[in-house]
């Protein structure tokens, strides 16, 4: 963390903490500068820091005073989805979607991509370049159907933090998290299953799991501890639910991280009703606080969580490198990639397991983790500047992904099409929803740098959704 950063912080606790009071003058840039010696640009940058975030606002020749303090807007209530096998629909909203993101001129709020633009990440860059200059003979052979053991090693490293003790041949490397877990539904799953998901959860999941045939039961959700267990439960006395899928870990979009008795109650009942529970943790690096959060996996003794991640999120979604510790259905999911599959690209997977042993990686992530954390509050206050009143707002615990629920008069297809005119694109709820729910919910991604162009887009998109209350 940068000395402005750390600054900025010290002030924004004395601020929450009541140590300056709402309408006080701030200490002066001089006085900062000598009290915690850094440089006079150090302060400024600070202050900016805390403007930014609506924490404080300059008065022309008088300094710096601490802001008004906004009510805070609440958090979404748990979801109440309809709780019966449903057949999923919303592709045609989602490849207009995904053909928007080839253009360059819209805005792509609704995209799940991350910042790759930090120069944290040139060491990787330049191990790609270094490889393929030099080892054209191994990068462009036939891959093992396993993955490299080099890239293996260094993930089992990795998934200690998350509580998981697995070794490098317990993980099989796949092309992402989402090619890991299509081929663990195909493994375990026959078209027609029932899956269990959570409400409301990543389109692309449901998508999947709409080509592969599945029905699905959307399970109610709570924004801060996840999926209801007591729901779930209900659900699975009435349906031949057939398996889980699960993001515990700074879900993809509500941002909550399941607590760790949640995560146990969870798989207690997994193991009760003898089903598999699909684990997502592709987020679960970008928690907020650290150590980062356990995966349910490291509870798991039988082999019945199936653990998929991948570097899309954490790293690039362009390196195609993901992973699965498949357990009890390791030979399984091998056959069936060898069938749908066969081997990944050996160059990505290489420069990935350098990355990480050289130690860049966890220095990326370190940079990461502040990085969203800090522009997740920037766009938190923009949404409470810019949008009306009545709303809710999600409180992530990790990863860029913001939710943000409107009044029930709200439509955000409509107003989602009507910004497309604009050239901004916004990921309307209804897209994470099997039967169409949320139509006044917003996800919004935080991974585009908080600048004064996202700003002024922010600002568009809380007049169209005023315009929609009229």
């Not at 699905?216 to 996840?226: F, H, K």
């Not at 209900?234 to 031949?240: F, N, V």
């Not at 398996?243 to 995560?263: E, S």
């Not at 509050?377 to 615990?397: D, L, S």
Request: charged share 20%; hydrophobic share 40%; net charge positive.
């Amino acid at each position: 963390m940068a000395r402005y950063q750390r600054l900025a912080e010290l002030l924004a606790e004395r601020i929450e903490q009541g140590l300056y009071r709402y309408g006080e003058k701030l200490p002066s840039v001089r006085s900062l500068s000598q009290e915690h010696g850094v440089s006079i640009s150090t302060v400024q940058q600070a202050y900016q820091t805390l403007e930014t975030r609506q924490l404080i606002t300059p008065q022309p020749r008088s300094g710096y005073f601490v802001a008004p303090r906004k009510v805070q807007p609440p958090v979404p209530p748990m979801s109440r989805p309809v709780q019966r096998p449903v057949e999923i629909t919303q592709w045609d909203q989602v490849i207009d979607m995904l053909k928007g993101h080839k253009d360059k001129e819209i805005i792509p709020f609704s995209s799940g991509a991350p910042d790759i633009q930090q120069p944290s990440l040139q060491p990787l860059w330049r191990e790609l370049k270094r490889l393929v200059q030099h080892n054209l003979d191994e990068i462009l052979g036939y891959d093992a159907l396993t993955g490299r053991v080099e890239l293996r090693e260094q993930l089992a490293r990795l998934m200690l933090d998350g509580g998981s003790v697995v070794s490098a041949e317990d993980i099989i490397i796949t092309s992402g998290s989402q090619s890991g877990l299509s081929l663990a539904l195909l493994a375990v799953c026959r078209p027609g299953d029932i899956i269990a998901i959570e409400s409301p959860t990543y389109y692309g999941t449901m998508q999947l799991l709409r080509s592969l045939g599945f029905k699905v039961i959307e399970i109610p959700t709570d924004p801060e501890t996840g999926m209801s267990v007591e729901a779930l439960e209900l659900a699975l006395a009435q349906w031949p639910i057939k398996g889980i899928i699960t993001v515990p870990n700074c879900n993809n979009p509500l941002g909550f991280i399941m607590p760790d008795a949640r995560k146990r109650a969870l798989l207690a009942l997994a193991q009760s009703h003898d089903i598999v529970i699909f684990e997502d943790d592709v987020y679960g690096e970008l928690a907020t606080d650290y150590p980062r959060p356990r995966t349910i996996h490291s509870w798991d003794i039988d082999g019945r969580v199936m653990l998929c991640s991948s570097f899309t999120k954490t790293v690039a979604p362009g390196l195609r490198v993901g992973w699965i510790v498949p357990g009890r259905y390791h030979d399984r999911f091998l056959q069936m990639k060898y069938a749908m599959v066969g081997s990944n690209v050996p160059v990505t997977q290489l420069a990935a397991a350098s990355f990480i042993k050289d130690g860049h990686y966890h220095r990326h992530i370190r940079r990461m983790r502040q990085i969203y954390q800090r522009n997740m509050e920037i766009y938190t206050c923009w949404v409470r500047e810019y949008f009306p009143e009545g709303i809710c707002i999600t409180r992530p615990k990790g990863g860029f992904m913001l939710w943000v629920e409107l009044p029930e008069q709200v439509d955000m297809v409509c107003v989602a099409q009507q910004l497309c005119r604009l050239k901004i694109q916004v990921a309307p709820g209804s897209l994470f929803s099997a039967s169409g729910k949320y139509r006044n919910c917003v996800r919004i991604n935080c991974a585009l740098p908080p600048n004064e162009k996202h700003q002024a887009v922010m600002e568009k998109l809380g007049n169209a959704v005023k315009v929609a209350m009229e």
